[in-house]
């Protein structure tokens, strides 16, 4: 039952929930950008290059041998530089959105942890810390003014 107890603990926490929550939008994640590189972006790079699909490119090093009955004795040897080519497009277009989307976060975290900033509702924790050194200032200046005087 102790293990039991420790497990529902460590559910409950949040760390298994968070990490669960993560992989479920990573998975929805990458299929987003699987679908905007091989059906959004490769198809305009085919058309631009007379039609070439690029995970079938390669570079043929020894052809497959077949028999006189066409069954194949001795398989092809190649290196299929067109799905690294995909495969490195893929990896540039989740590189470059995930920067866009950590970008974007930045930009709405220091926009909410601006005090000053009126149209975003400061977090309670930013806004006490906020005061405090307000408050913090404005003793000091008190204090100063108190000993040049």
Do not use: W
């Amino acid at each position: 039952m102790k293990l039991l107890k420790e497990f529902k603990e460590f559910a409950v926490k949040g760390n298994m929930m968070d990490m669960a929550i993560g992989i479920i939008i990573g998975a929805a994640f990458n299929k987003v950008i699987d679908v905007l590189a091989k059906q959004v972006l490769l198809p305009p790079l085919a058309l631009l290059s007379d039609g070439l699909i690029f995970q079938d490119e390669k570079l043929v090093l020894r052809d497959a041998i077949t028999d006189a009955s066409g069954v194949v004795t001795t398989s092809e040897v190649a290196i299929a530089y067109g799905a690294l080519f995909e495969v490195f497009l893929d990896f540039l277009i989740i590189g470059f959105t995930v920067f866009i989307v950590v970008k974007a976060m930045n930009r709405l975290r220091n926009k909410a942890q601006d005090t000053k900033d009126e149209t975003v509702v400061t977090p309670k924790d930013i806004q006490l810390l906020s005061d405090l050194k307000d408050l913090m200032e404005e003793q000091n200046q008190l204090l100063k003014s108190k000993i040049s005087n």
